[in-house]
């Protein structure tokens, strides 16, 4: 059963628009949860992240929005930029656990 | 400083013989932890190592075991291969007890394809 889901297996957005990539959850007991980018033949690397107490935070052009009543969090990227195109994972961890659970995975694809 | 890092980057082997993949932690990291990621799928944690013990483990089998050294490197060894262990195997260092999960470092993988 999958605790961290990534509904969207793909994405397009226009250069220079908003990107909004999607997660739902299902352990109520998770305190941290995070965004990591991958690259084709590189590992994840860790993007943002969001303690569950908060309901939002701002990176640059990065941002994560928490909403825990309908355990759902979303990544904003805005503008969007050629190089944001990879593979993104949403994932999330319990307090001093080191142990991440991870989605599948959303591609996005920024388009000229 | 050097990042995570892991050998060998790719390897083919056949259903049945055993693999040994190694991981070299980020620089004052003591943590580390071994992932898989299937072909389109997200990594699944397999196990971690802390002061050269197991301290926590996922749903793999008991062919999955692994290793840590006094210096922090790991070592994880899959026996008796299958078609569907063919996958990424990710190694992920950290300090422990560090929380948040943003000082969990990833290296780039090694590629295992069983034929």
């Known amino acids: 059963d999958q605790q961290v889901k990534q509904n969207s297996p793909s994405l397009s957005v226009q250069e220079g628009r908003i990107s909004i990539l999607n997660c739902d959850y299902t352990?109520?007991?998770?305190?941290?949860f995070l965004w990591y980018k991958k690259y084709p033949a590189e590992g994840p690397t860790f993007l943002i992240s969001?303690?569950?107490?908060?309901d939002k935070n701002e990176d640059g052009r990065f941002t994560v929005f928490l909403n825990k009543s309908a355990k759902h969090l979303s990544l904003h990227i805005v503008p969007s930029q050629p190089g944001d195109s990879a593979v993104y994972f949403c994932?999330?961890?319990?307090?001093?656990?080191?142990?991440?659970?991870f989605g599948k995975g959303t591609r996005l694809h920024i388009l000229p | 400083d050097a990042g995570v890092t892991q050998s060998p980057t790719h390897l083919i082997k056949t259903r049945g013989q055993q693999v040994t993949l190694r991981c070299s932690p980020k620089s004052g990291h003591d943590t580390v932890s071994w992932y898989q990621q299937a072909l389109g799928q997200g990594p699944q944690f397999i196990f971690q190592?802390?002061?050269?013990?197991?301290?926590q483990r996922g749903n793999f089998p008991d062919r999955f075991s692994g290793h840590q050294f006094p210096n922090y490197s790991s070592e994880l060894n899959v026996n008796a291969l299958l078609l569907g262990d063919s996958a990424l195997y990710l190694c992920?260092?950290?300090?422990?007890?560090?929380?948040?999960?943003?000082?969990?470092?990833f290296g780039e993988g090694s590629w295992l394809t069983v034929v």
């Open positions: 992920a260092s950290s300090l422990a007890e560090t929380g948040s999960g943003n000082t969990i470092y």
């Open positions: 190592y802390y002061e050269e013990e197991e301290r």
């Open positions: 352990n109520s007991m998770f305190d941290y």
């Open positions: 969001i303690s569950s107490i908060k």
């Open positions: 994932a999330a961890l319990m307090n001093r656990d080191d142990k991440i659970i």
